[in-house]
């Protein structure tokens, strides 16, 4: 796991404060990542407009000119005619290699575009200039380099509607939040850290948000030879009017290393693989996915009470699972954004829109988990784990994985691991990696993924 942090510069200051590295070093390190990155994906001699602000952001990209000037042709445009001291100071270093200052640059005459307006200090409105600006160099062909965050991202995470559009985002220092919002991941590209000087041991300081990485997925491992089938856990998934939602859940709870699975329905379902049960009663469950195309069915909670379980879709619109979470440990909840607006408004924490959560998943996401023991799964493109005020990021999920059924698989994949003895944090960290990780082999195409090669996928992790 990687540290995220929501603001970088106390961590910079403590750089200068504990360490004594002074604002210039910092920019020096943070510039030469950038070059680096230019070197290796730009001929020289190129052409390169550099538009900058007025701020250390600013800062960063003229120094990076002044390192690339007559190996690049390096064009400096301002946007900004109030440079701070560290920005002045770097613009005239940068004139004196020969970098030149334009004033109304022709943008089709550069094959490369570094955008240091602002960084992630931004706390206004972009002007009318600025988003102008922006827009024609997302019109314009060239590889986009932004520096530390796309102008246009805050670090609150609110998006302006011109943001700019980056190939590469060279980040200073640590990682922040605000590049894993599902809004920036089409704005970041390959997000690069940038070692500001010293060692990210000594740079960073504890953090309670996280980036996961596919190191940190612990799979079942069967290391014993007498064992059964009981050994390995019975998951039990509730049927509901759309019964293919369980049917889906159940494969995907077996193909994770539940040792049984049991589909749990009034009516009997045709055409079950032989290895998935079928019963009317959770007399004997001890682990339940629950709300899986529930539809209109009615459920009575007590049935799920003291049972391990992972609480899916239109249970999110119940108004009784309030008070069953409170009176309740041992759960997930894996609703989408919709879904996740509606349990908000029934726990009494606001009236969200969609568009709220999206522009609030981690301050939501947070505020959900210290307010009840369940562990949430806030499902999006970069899905969010949160517990205990604590988060974790996966940003490994794709546009590919954007199809009914596939939250279904998700759930019977958690409450796969939960059968098999995965505390409910585990089992949500590692099943959210699964259920991303699961298709990235998948090479046909971005759009033909079906919840069956979600489940083919899981056994060639």
Request: hydrophobic share 40%; glycine share 8%.
């Given at each position: 796991?990687?540290?995220?942090?929501y603001?970088?510069?106390?961590?910079?200051?403590?750089?200068?404060?504990?360490f004594?590295?002074?604002?210039?070093?910092?920019?020096?390190?943070?510039?030469?990542?950038?070059?680096?990155?230019?070197?290796?994906?730009?001929?020289?001699?190129?052409?390169?407009?550099?538009?900058?602000?007025?701020?250390?952001?600013?800062?960063d990209?003229?120094?990076?000119?002044?390192?690339?000037?007559?190996?690049?042709e390096?064009?400096?445009?301002?946007?900004?005619?109030?440079?701070?001291?560290?920005?002045?100071?770097?613009?005239?270093?940068?004139?004196?290699?020969?970098?030149?200052?334009?004033?109304?640059?022709?943008?089709s005459?550069?094959?490369?575009?570094?955008?240091?307006?602002?960084?992630?200090?931004?706390?206004?409105?972009?002007?009318?200039?600025?988003?102008?600006?922006?827009?024609?160099?997302?019109?314009?062909?060239?590889?986009?380099?932004?520096?530390?965050?796309?102008?246009?991202?805050?670090k609150?995470?609110?998006?302006?509607?011109?943001?700019?559009?980056?190939?590469f985002?060279?980040?200073?220092?640590?990682?922040?939040?605000?590049?894993?919002?599902?809004?920036?991941?089409?704005?970041?590209?390959?997000?690069?850290?940038?070692?500001?000087?010293?060692?990210?041991?000594?740079?960073?300081?504890?953090?309670?948000?996280?980036?996961?990485?596919?190191?940190?997925?612990?799979?079942?491992f069967?290391?014993?030879?007498d064992?059964n089938?009981?050994?390995?856990?019975?998951?039990?998934?509730?049927?509901?009017?759309?019964?293919?939602?369980?049917?889906i859940?159940?494969?995907?709870?077996?193909?994770?290393?539940?040792?049984?699975?049991?589909i749990?329905?009034?009516?009997?379902?045709?055409n079950?693989?032989?290895?998935?049960?079928?019963?009317?009663?959770?007399?004997?469950?001890?682990?339940?996915?629950?709300?899986c195309?529930?539809?209109?069915?009615?459920?009575?909670?007590?049935?799920?009470?003291?049972?391990?379980?992972?609480?899916?879709?239109?249970?999110?619109?119940?108004?009784?699972?309030?008070p069953?979470?409170e009176?309740?440990e041992?759960?997930?909840?894996?609703?989408?954004?919709?879904?996740?607006?509606?349990?908000?408004?029934?726990?009494g924490?606001?009236?969200f829109?969609?568009?709220?959560?999206?522009?609030?998943?981690?301050?939501?996401?947070?505020?959900?988990?210290?307010?009840?023991?369940?562990?949430?799964?806030?499902?999006?493109?970069?899905?969010?784990?949160?517990?205990?005020?604590?988060?974790?990021?996966?940003?490994?999920?794709?546009?590919?994985?954007?199809?009914?059924?596939?939250?279904?698989?998700?759930?019977?994949?958690?409450?796969?691991?939960l059968?098999?003895?995965?505390?409910?944090?585990?089992?949500?960290?590692?099943?959210?990696?699964?259920?991303?990780?699961?298709?990235?082999?998948?090479?046909?195409?971005?759009?033909?993924?079906?919840?069956?090669?979600?489940?083919?996928?899981?056994?060639?992790?």
């Amino acid at each position: 796991m990687i540290n995220l942090y929501y603001d970088t510069k106390m961590l910079d200051e403590r750089a200068i404060s504990e360490f004594g590295l002074s604002e210039e070093i910092l920019q020096e390190n943070a510039a030469s990542k950038i070059e680096e990155v230019i070197r290796q994906n730009l001929q020289q001699k190129s052409k390169i407009l550099f538009v900058c602000g007025s701020g250390n952001n600013a800062a960063d990209a003229i120094c990076t000119a002044r390192k690339l000037s007559n190996d690049y042709e390096c064009d400096i445009f301002l946007t900004s005619n109030k440079l701070n001291l560290l920005a002045s100071m770097q613009l005239d270093r940068a004139k004196k290699a020969h970098a030149n200052s334009v004033e109304n640059p022709e943008f089709s005459a550069y094959e490369c575009f570094v955008d240091g307006i602002f960084g992630s200090g931004l706390n206004r409105d972009m002007s009318d200039k600025v988003c102008k600006i922006i827009n024609e160099l997302n019109k314009t062909k060239g590889l986009k380099i932004a520096v530390d965050i796309p102008s246009g991202i805050t670090k609150s995470g609110k998006i302006a509607q011109n943001a700019f559009i980056a190939d590469f985002t060279i980040t200073m220092g640590a990682l922040k939040l605000a590049l894993f919002l599902d809004s920036s991941k089409d704005l970041v590209g390959k997000i690069v850290l940038a070692n500001l000087g010293i060692s990210k041991a000594n740079f960073e300081t504890k953090s309670n948000s996280f980036l996961l990485e596919k190191t940190d997925l612990n799979l079942p491992f069967r290391n014993l030879q007498d064992t059964n089938k009981g050994n390995f856990g019975h998951l039990y998934v509730i049927s509901g009017d759309l019964k293919g939602a369980a049917i889906i859940a159940a494969n995907a709870g077996f193909s994770i290393g539940a040792g049984l699975v049991s589909i749990v329905s009034d009516e009997k379902i045709p055409n079950l693989d032989p290895f998935i049960m079928q019963t009317n009663s959770l007399h004997k469950a001890k682990v339940v996915v629950a709300g899986c195309g529930l539809g209109e069915k009615t459920l009575n909670l007590e049935l799920l009470k003291d049972k391990i379980c992972v609480i899916d879709a239109d249970l999110c619109y119940k108004k009784e699972i309030v008070p069953f979470l409170e009176k309740n440990e041992n759960l997930v909840l894996t609703p989408h954004p919709k879904e996740f607006a509606s349990l908000l408004n029934l726990a009494g924490l606001g009236d969200f829109s969609i568009k709220d959560v999206q522009a609030n998943r981690f301050d939501l996401a947070r505020k959900w988990s210290e307010k009840f023991n369940s562990v949430l799964v806030l499902k999006g493109a970069n899905t969010i784990v949160s517990y205990k005020g604590k988060i974790f990021v996966s940003n490994f999920g794709s546009s590919i994985l954007a199809k009914a059924g596939s939250g279904d698989a998700l759930a019977g994949i958690i409450g796969g691991l939960l059968a098999q003895n995965y505390s409910p944090l585990e089992a949500a960290i590692n099943g959210v990696l699964a259920h991303s990780l699961s298709v990235l082999n998948f090479k046909k195409n971005s759009y033909a993924l079906t919840p069956n090669d979600i489940i083919e996928g899981i056994k060639c992790l």
